[in-house]
């Protein structure tokens, strides 16, 4: 199932959210959860990290891990503690969840993470972790969005670097935009094995690209 929404009046959700395949997570905002319920199929969390509601940035999940970004609070997140492993990255690079892009098998990362960093993530999310770009974009996670059915990814990427993609993550890969045409998928939408929610201006021939790319069915 994919469903539209909008967060903090912003349709860029992907920068406002979260999720793996059990969870959620949201800011304490005023937000429809029930929109992220029923299309994801998992509970729903809310919280702030830092203070902040940028929760789509400043972390990631899998289904084994959640890396967290390092002036986020402990508190934070405790619902997630006992769900699976919690990594506070302490790194010049902490928008997290725009530079980390994971599914249970692999996670594409910024390439200027330090290499002790790239140990810890690996140990976090139980995945390999792999530097590089996404049409020549650092900030990988929102370049693009993968599950463990298929990835989407931007228009500007090339045949040649969407077989690696391919090869790398394990999962078809198609090429979308978001929200009327933007190149940020993972700014713009959130997905897991499950379903999407997408921003509100994404067309309906988006979301028939993206429902295919991510092998949603209805």
């Known amino acids: 199932m994919i469903k539209k929404a909008s967060i903090n009046g912003s349709t860029f959700i992907g920068v406002y959210a979260a999720?793996?395949?059990?969870?959620v997570v949201l800011p304490n905002l005023d937000v429809d959860?029930?929109?992220f319920e029923?299309?994801?199929r998992a509970r729903v969390f809310k919280t702030m990290l830092g203070g902040s509601p940028l929760i789509g940035s400043l972390m990631v999940m899998n289904s084994n891990g959640a890396v967290v970004t390092n002036f986020a609070d402990e508190r934070e997140v405790s619902f997630l503690v006992d769900e699976m492993n919690v990594l506070f990255v302490e790194d010049k690079i902490n928008a997290i969840g725009n530079d980390i892009l994971a599914n249970d098998k692999v996670a594409l990362v910024h390439v200027d993470?330090?290499?002790?960093?790239?140990?810890y993530i690996e140990e976090a999310l139980d995945v390999e972790v792999v530097k590089g770009t996404i049409g020549g974009i650092k900030t990988v996670g929102s370049a693009a969005v993968v599950t463990n059915k298929g990835m989407v990814v931007?228009?500007?990427v090339d045949e040649e670097e969407i077989k690696s993609l391919k090869n790398l993550f394990g999962v078809p890969v198609?090429?979308?935009t978001a929200n009327y045409g933007s190149k940020y998928l993972g700014a713009s939408l959130v997905a897991n094995d499950y379903g999407a929610v997408v921003g509100e201006k994404t067309t309906n021939v988006e979301?028939?690209?993206i429902e295919n790319a991510l092998d949603i069915i209805e």
Not at 19 to 23: D, E, R, S, T
Not at 113 to 119: C, I, L
Request: net charge neutral.
């Open 19 to 23: 999720c793996n395949n059990n969870i």
């Open 174 to 176: 198609y090429v979308s």
């Open 33 to 35: 959860i029930s929109t």
């Open 38 to 40: 029923r299309a994801l």
């Open 113 to 119: 993470f330090d290499k002790e960093t790239v140990k």
């Open 207 to 209: 979301i028939d690209r």
């Open 154 to 156: 931007h228009p500007e």
